[in-house]
């Protein structure tokens, strides 16, 4: 099994990340593959790689509550 170790989006734990609803797509694809890299490095045994993925999750699942709860109200983010 392979460990993706890609670089680690910075823009996610800038205090000023902006980002709107149009990019909805590509935060949800981004946490799902954050998901499968936190998955595989657990499972070869990672931990600490495994905590880092998690916490870009973590900063990931924020932007998405956000700009979904954005899109409902009909207005656009940023």
């Known amino acids: 099994m392979?460990?993706?170790v890609p670089q680690v989006n910075?823009?996610?734990t800038c205090p000023?990340?902006?980002t709107t609803v149009e990019f909805l797509p590509?935060?949800?694809h981004q946490a799902e593959e954050t998901a499968k890299m936190?998955?595989?490095a657990e499972s070869a045994g990672y931990s600490?790689?495994?905590g880092n993925h998690r916490r870009v999750l973590e900063n990931?699942?924020?932007v998405i509550s956000t700009l979904e709860?954005?899109?409902s109200e009909g207005r656009t983010g940023a």
């Open 2 to 4: 392979t460990v993706c």
């Open 69 to 71: 709860t954005l899109q």
């Open 48 to 50: 600490r790689l495994a």
């Open 60 to 62: 990931l699942g924020k």
């Open 16 to 18: 000023d990340f902006q």
């Open 38 to 40: 936190a998955e595989a």
């Open 10 to 12: 910075a823009c996610l």
């Open 26 to 28: 590509v935060h949800r």
